[in-house]
């Protein structure tokens, strides 16, 4: 199980001798400010929001490629978050991540043995004969078969769903406890998202993985997404169980996301639920409620006193003045 409580990272807005003359000097962008969640083993939860909310931060957080600014991060009850050089390898092994472009994340002058392979020696695996038997069994688990017709070819020569099968095995090869999954679907043909999501489902439940999946489309998350939170701004605003999330929304954000979603069949006529203006400047954020200058049903309340995270139905909650 992983989970965060307090999570935050700040980014100043100028750095270095620029910031003594800087009338930015002092200020910040929350990118991330004071999140909490949890995952447990063989579960997924689904972080969704517009681009720029934070989600790709915080998955960037967990994985060791930014260090937060405060909070904390725990891997089955051990601390992981300020890890120090020497201990990074062994975090390596239990947490992994799938980046959003399988054409920029893989090495084009890397084969796929190689690609698979890479993880092994990392860790200091100089085994070849155990190392090649891996691979071979982690491009069947992911789809790429037979494998010996994939050990050879170069990335340039497969499709963008075979490059994103391809960074799934280097993401699993060493088969971690947790992995974090960043809008892996968005770069590729619709004809081939489905068969990725099942891919990730299926491999959640064999191996008992914890996931983190990212997405800025909430049509997705019902297939693969266990629960679900929203996040705005650098803070969650809803969280719950994706079907009572998405069946019973709360925060008037949730509701325009929801009302957003295509609907295939052009009798049925669609709720708007509409989003008012253009999102805040993030160094200058509202008082109140960050969504407030954009939400429909806002009063000077909202603007004035940020909301508390509630408790709905016990395990649905939310952020918000105006919900029941």
Known sequence: MISITDLKKYYPVVSGIRSLFSHARGKYVKAVDSIGFEIGSGKVLGLVGESGCGKTTTGRILVGLEEQTSGDVFLDGENIGFLKKKDRKGFYRNVQMIFQDPYGSINPQHDVAQIISRPFRYQGNRNKEAIRTRTIETL?????????????????????????????????VLDPRFIVADEPISMLDVSIKAGILSLLKKLVEEKNLSMLYITHDLATVGHICDEIAIMYLG???????????????????????????????PKVKRQEAPILGA????????????????????????????PEIKDVTGRHFVACHKAP
């Open 140 to 172: 069947e688990r992911v789809g790429l078969s037979p494998p010996e017709n994939f050990l050879t070819k170069y990335p340039h020569l497969l499709s963008g769903g075979q490059r994103q099968r391809l960074c799934i095995g280097r993401a699993i």
């Open 235 to 265: 803070r969650i605003i809803e969280c719950g169980p994706t079907d009572e999330v998405l069946d019973h929304p709360c925060h008037p954000y949730t509701r325009a996301l929801i009302s957003a979603i295509p609907i295939p069949d």
């Open 279 to 306: 999102i805040p400047d993030p160094i200058n954020l509202p008082e109140g409620c960050r969504f407030s200058p954009r939400c429909p049903v806002s009063d000077a309340g909202c603007l004035e006193v940020s």
